[in-house]
């Protein structure tokens, strides 16, 4: 056995040196493919010839790479020495591109193109010679080169002036473009005609090139008549309105009749480009039915010209709509519906694929892809307001396409169809969640792209998007974006995830904060110190930032600050330290020098004492910066611990990058205040005090909706014991009017009703005050506040502890030296003095219990004089 195992082993060891044997086979070729010392002295070249010599040199006896480089090298010499290069250089050139292979005859095209262009040719027979040339090699026998010079010369004649293209094109153009020419000939004459005609007035174009034209138009090849009916589009610019409806139109209508499918798509493609210049009466009578009939016979029986005609549609639609009937809008609006369903049965509100062959199921596809590109313009063409009755159903189906590529041009399209659709925007809603829903990320990837423009115009009420709009609320939105970042994250494709964080940046403008707080901001922290692409976690810092700078609630802001400070600032981990730094690299930008300083300076600067080197090198870069936010003399303090950390640095650090790199920090910090132009300086002050305005509208907006909350929930308390107190009343007054004999019901209730008062007053100024008698105080004022007469919402309105005290402390004093006045008062100011009692007890706790009962005192007097009085 143990034999066995060496036999074994030995074999696969002559194995491999029998590999080896057959690499040195291979490296022998590449060992003769070095140059001998012939071939060397053939490439060497006398130093002592100037330039000219030794092109012509290269160009008799060098070889191929030499006389490229020659070729390439051309313009240079035509601009060092324009006779001598045309007179001894480019002859040879000629020679030469007779038996050059492709490579040398594009780089001679492109050579002379750039010599035609740069306007270095100053002599006629100079620009004869290359014209010379140019044609020459227009019928190369390989179709490639022949195309290169071809478009060499169709950029050259924007260049040359209109008596050298008379000469030199036009008169050998009319020969080449005879039936007994080569197929190649004749195309390149269609373009050529199609190129010089916005050269010449329009009574040249008419009299010399439109004869041609109208033969090109009816030659034996359809690929000639395709060519030429393309460049009718240039020929027709060029001869004017009258001309173009007199020779090009007919042309154009016996075209789009023509046999072959590809001529009658460029005859199509040309009518649509030339829509504007042919005037209603032949839209009406010429144009729409020769469209009508073109697009039913594509329908019918050839797919091969659907995807040209539904990429054009939107466009043909709306250059024939100011001609339309209401007939004729119908019947292009219900053919491009048929259009957008192509290849697709509908079952139970489901887009499924036919069972069709591949190639014209791919087509099919197309097709339906073009109608989703021209969706927005349809939108346009069949008027926004009837969207929901006409076009909605074929949204949806685009947007459940089971093709990809449909529905990911859908998705780039639809901020447009939002755009369009105004105020009746919540009719995609439903198709803006599916989107963000689907499965495939490209989808998905396409939609990102407008994702701020969309949602903020989805969540308005048609009133644009910006901060005055008003909200709507977008059923399954929250869910939906949720979903979609952790299909984003969940996949390998982190640039869609990137760009899908930095678009959530646009969150606080349409959900609200508290729906970011407790669905996106923990997910926001997770990709922090979870996810693995710096890219991603990067941006997912910037949008945490994002979230904390608008957010409105100061309990929540904090708690984001103290987590940012718990998980990341004093994370364990250094790579959360570093994100952490990379936090506050983005908050100097988002947030004023205060905020900053406030709350993220002082645990930026205590990263000085971190372990791990990478932190202080990434604290290092940062000092500059840190310093920026510090503004003197407000906050020398600040610049005492940042100088500080510095010094300890210097002093203490052993890395030694981290030593050099605080280093040339400390001469950046030192030119900091030298170094920055007094307008920059301004700019930056300038801009800081707005974002520190803009941080103070947010706490006042906090307030305010504090306020607003907290009135709302004492107006409905208020209503709620009116409501009972009503009832109560009620039930007294049938209780009275039954007692009563022989007196009218309301004046036996109204006399009732004052002994009541009269004697609940008398027992209260007769009681000391109890725990409960408080409340019954407080309910009383809540209650009778809201009904004071000329102190409106604003006098429920509570702002905050301080100024609700400062406030009911003023109303009570002002109440109460009212009511010392000897006057003979009304019941509302005894509501508004009981009120401002009751206000001034809950401020001043049981020190003021001594005046609540003056108070009451007052108003049972009050009560009885005015008693006495009826």
Known sequence: ???????LSQSGLFGQIDDLQDLTFIERPIRRSLKTAEEIDKLTVDEDLNDIERAVYLLSSGQDV??????????NLVRQNPAETFRRVVPKVREVLHVAGADMQLAAAGSFLTILQDDIVLIQTHTHSILQIVLLNLDHRDAVVGNAWLETLLSAIDALPKETIRQEILSPLVSKAQLSQS???????????GKVTAKFESSVVKKDLLPLVRSL?????YEVRSCMCRQLENIARGIGLDHTKAVVLPELVELARDEGSTVRLAAFDTIINLLEMFDNDDRTRVIFPLVKTFCEKCFKADEAVLASLSFQYGKLCHGLSA???DEQHLWFLEFYKKLCCLGLQHENGHCESQPYPLELENKYALVRRNCAYNFPAMVLFADPNHFLSELYRTFSSLCHDPEISVRRTAAEGFHEVVKLLGPNVHYVHKELITLLQDDSLEVLDALLNHLQETLELATSRGEGAGPESKQVNVPDLVPALVSAEQKAASSLRWRVHEKLLQRYSCLPRVISGDQIYFRFLQRMFNIITTNNVLPVQREAARTLCVFLRYNRKQEQRQEIITKIMQELAQGRSYWNRLRFLDLCEIATDLFSKSYFCKHFLIQALELVNDPVANVRYKLCHMLPRLRSTIRLPADKHLLQELEFCVRKLLCREKDKDVVATVRKTVLELDKMDIAEPYHKRHERDLLDQKKEKEETLLLEMEL???????????????????????????S?????????????????????MRRAKLARSRSLSSHPSTPKMANADKTLKVKESGSCPGSGKSSIIPINDDALRSHHFNVASASSSLSSTPSTSSMPVLIRSNTSSSVDHRSNGSKDTQSRKLTIQRKSNSFGMQSGRE
């Open 1 to 7: 056995m143990f034999i066995g195992k060496m036999t």
């Open 217 to 221: 138009c009816q030659d034996v090849e």
């Open 732 to 752: 007294g007054s049938k209780g009275m009017s039954g007692s009563a004999s022989g007196a009218t019901l309301s004046t036996s209730a109204g006399k009732e």
């Open 323 to 325: 001609s339309f009937t």
């Open 704 to 730: 305010l909706e504090r306020q607003q909350s907290e009135a709302k929930l004492v107006g409905e308390k208020h209503t709620e014991k009116k409501r009972r107190d009503s009832k109560a009343g009620l």
């Open 183 to 193: 197929v190649p000939a004749r195309l390149a004459s269609c373009r050529i005609l």
């Open 66 to 75: 030499q006389r490229a480089s020659v070729i390439v090298n051309l313009p």
